[in-house]
T-cell receptor, first 110, second 118 residues
Framework: SQQGEEDPQALSIQEGENATMNCSYK?????LQWYRQNSGRGLVHLIL?????REKHSGRLRVTLDTSKKSSSLLITASRAADTASYFC??????????FGTGTSLTVIP | GAVVSQHPSRVICKSGTSVKIECRSL??????MFWYRQFPKKSLMLMAT?????????EQGVEKDKFLINHASLTLSTLTVTSAHPEDSSFYIC??????????????FGPGTRLLVL
């Protein structure tokens, strides 16, 4: 399976704290993307990082990519209750298919 | 960003019936669309790649005759779950690939269709 793995599977933090999620994958990739999914809803694209990039920022989001370790991390700073959702990494290969990680369920407690 | 719609958003059917789910790219042409299924509290599993004007490419373990995919136009792909059974109950999500702009490649996801087979 090309599916990646994420950890932790579940994360519960207080509002205002930072949340860090990690994603590991198995083979070489073109890019890696992070998505957010509210319960029972579709996916919202958060950020894309290409294989030749090491770090990227978007608002309160910071993504890193380490291709030597085949891993990525998503940091959400100053978390808010509205950040409560599941977060998935998706890796894109030469065929342009996406394979999703197992996901991290984030709960931000007001 | 680009918009992808799915219809219906929710469907309940009896075991043995067939269910068709539509995926539309509303403001761009999509030569390639993807179909995923997601079980409760689980990740998305890629089922197949839908190519306009040609046969779909299915992932290992996905039954072609069970999940029929038709990509008849550049804005529409359909997934038909044939002779649905309770184990087919799931959340089905499609995505459409917007043609490359520069070096970036983006997929846009539909809102999903929840299928419940009784």
């Amino acid at each position: 399976s090309q599916q990646g793995e994420e950890d932790p599977q579940a994360l519960s933090i207080q509002e205002g704290e930072n949340a860090t999620m990690n994603c590991s994958y198995k083979t070489s990739i073109n890019n890696l993307q992070w998505y957010r999914q509210n319960s029972g809803r579709g996916l919202v694209h958060l950020i894309l990082i290409r294989s030749n990039e090491r770090e990227k920022h978007s608002g309160r989001l910071r993504v890193t990519l380490d291709t030597s370790k085949k891993s990525s991390s998503l940091l959400i700073t100053a978390s808010r209750a509205a950040d409560t959702a599941s977060y998935f990494c998706a890796t894109a290969f030469t065929g342009n298919q996406f394979y999703f990680g197992t996901g991290t369920s984030l709960t931000v407690i007001p | 960003g680009a918009v992808v719609s799915q219809h219906p958003s929710r469907v309940i059917c009896k075991s043995g019936t067939s269910v068709k789910i539509e995926c539309r790219s509303l403001d761009f042409q999509a030569t390639t669309m993807f179909w995923y299924r997601q079980f409760p509290k689980k990740s998305l599993m890629l089922m197949a790649t839908s190519n306009e004007g040609s046969k779909a490419t299915y992932e290992q373990g996905v039954e072609k005759d069970k999940f029929l995919i038709n990509h008849a136009s550049l804005t529409l792909s359909t997934l038909t779950v044939t002779s649905a059974h309770p184990e087919d109950s799931s959340f089905y999500i499609c995505s459409a690939r917007e043609p490359m702009r520069g070096r970036q490649e983006t997929q846009y996801f539909g809102p999903g269709t929840r299928l419940l087979v009784l």
